[in-house]
């Protein structure tokens, strides 16, 4: 009997065994669902890699970096450990391979390369992280390098890396998709994603990051949408990959089971862009004054963005800094008048045109919307873009046009792309387009610009996105995703009759992913598809708007 005792007692602990944290949060709303130890600082391991990308989405952004800037490794990028892309001292490569490779790959030497690149050393980039982070919320975190290996001081807390999670989907949904890839290509080789076995097994996971150090365990942060409903949870110290997937499955699920199924996000306003600091000690002292000057700002930090009742304007987004507004190619668009309307024929073709969808149908379609109601205005929503599988041009971008550079950026040759046998249209009311992100586009799925080597489906469904002749009309409207391609149909007409005012214009599409079937209004601008959308929320319709 004592023997037995002996012997139970004095079995080892699992490889790798760390404190135990966990964190879940209602990601539209930021509201806590469960919490274990989660204020505890514990060593985050790879995933410090979400606030060296953060900081990396900000410089692109700020326009001071772009996904083809020439970053040379340093030679204490070249020095870090596994895991590794396997760069050299010297060595010259584009930053959107290094961000490929530290999100998909966790590469250390990727990480490093782009904080000694942004930061100008180790020491100054985290302290920029730190104050980041101080900026974002996350009061418990201090970094000390761009990857994430175990260092004295560099800590962080299953709450603050939900935060950033949070924060990475809502602050830039046009490179989110990218921890969602299964593969990649990365410069010097293609990569697989560490979180891949997660990413397949749960039904809408759609990322975050991974982590391991034998201090910090298995970690994973990770979000997931399934019906609207967006959950992140964080677990710190899993005991193997296994364990950890599988804790995080569990907090997920119970996430999903607790939050409510329709609320309105609210989304604190991102900080404002840190402009890089003076390279600083790399001492106790340095980062606590850096914490202890954020913290002063953090409880006064942001506004909350609630549901108001009336839009009082609709200012067009401002140009980054330095960048002048890029058109689309519209030949003589400026000098075409618009077209006059006869109201009285469009009337008639409108109800033409429900009376041969609701005998169709077999039933009786709700009536078209009052457009003299007042619209309404929503808290701005990261949008989610279907995964369409061809790209259907009314023309062959040139080699110098913001097509061929979006193209070229997501390895999709132009001689891929198909060209539409559709005469050009000019816009009605040209305008200045906003020049949209050239490293990734928005979205949590794959999209329009993801890597050729995402799996496609059997039978690619086609997608026309009229991008040269067209004044900007690759945007739409996400009106739900449903079991069968005729619910999907049957979904975008009622809603199209419902709301014929802001959607006449527009293409219905259904489109096949992660077995179900999205329902889809695309050809629209980004101001109908954004008006389209709040008159359908004001209906309770739910949508999301989709596009650049």
Known sequence: MVMVVVAACSRPEPVGAAPFAAYVMDARTGEELYSRNADTRLHPASLTKMMTLYIA????????????????????AADEPPSRLGLREGQ???????????????????ATAI????????????????????????????????????RDGHLSTAHDMSVLGRHLFYDFPQYYNIFSRRSTDAGLAQVNNTNRRFLDA?????????????????????????????????????????????????????????????AAVSIAQAPGIIDPAPAAPDDDAAIAAAVADASDATSSAGKTIRLVTTLTSSPLPRARPG?????????DAADVPPEPVDDAAAAALQDGIAGALA??????????????????????????????????????????????????????????????????????SPRPVRRAPIYDSPAPADTVLASAEDAAPAEP??????????????????????????????????????????????????????????ANFMGLTQDQA?????????????????GE
């Open 57 to 76: 989405f900000q410089e692109i952004e700020a326009g001071r970096i772009s996904p083809d800037t020439m970053i040379t490794v340093s030679a204490n």
């Open 359 to 428: 005998e169709a149908l077999g039933e009786e379609l709700p009536a078209p919307a009052n457009t003299d109601a007042a619209p309404v205005a929503l808290a701005e929503v990261a949008p989610e873009t279907a995964a369409p599988t061809e790209i259907v041009l009314d023309s062959a971008p040139p080699a110098d046009s913001l097509e061929a550079q979006a193209l070229a950026l997501a390895d999709i040759p132009v001689t891929d792309v198909v060209i539409a046998d559709t005469a050009p249209v000019a816009a009605a």
């Open 323 to 331: 960048a002048e507004p890029v058109p689309f190619a519209v030949a």
């Open 202 to 262: 749960y039904e809408g996971a759609d990322g975050i990051k991974t982590g391991f150090t034998n201090a910090a365990g298995f970690n994973l942060t990770a979000s997931a949408e399934r019906g609207g409903v967006r959950i992140i949870a964080t677990v710190f110290g899993g005991t193997s990959t296994a364990n950890r997937n599988a804790k995080v499955a569990e907090l997920l699920d119970l996430g999903f089971d607790r939050a409510p199924r329709n």
């Open 530 to 546: 954004d008006l389209a959308c709040r008159r359908l929320q004001a209906r309770a319709i739910q949508c999301f708007t989709i």
């Open 461 to 518: 469904e086609d997608v026309v996105l009229v991008m040269s002749t067209s004044g900007g009309r690759a945007w739409g409207v996400n009106v739900g995703r449903f079991n069968t391609r005729s619910e999907a149909e049957r979904a975008l007409l009622r809603t199209q009759l419902a709301e014929s005012a802001t959607l006449n214009e527009s293409l219905r599409k259904v489109s096949e992913r992660g077995g179900g079937y999205d």
């Open 92 to 110: 010259k490569i584009a930053l959107r391979y290094l961000i490929r490779a530290a999100a998909v790959k966790s590469a250390n030497d990727a």
């Open 115 to 150: 904080g000694d690149h942004i930061g100008g050393s180790e020491a100054a980039f985290a302290r920029r992280m730190t104050e980041t982070a101080q900026a974002l919320g996350m009061t418990n975190t201090t970094f000390r390098n761009a990857n994430g290996l175990t």
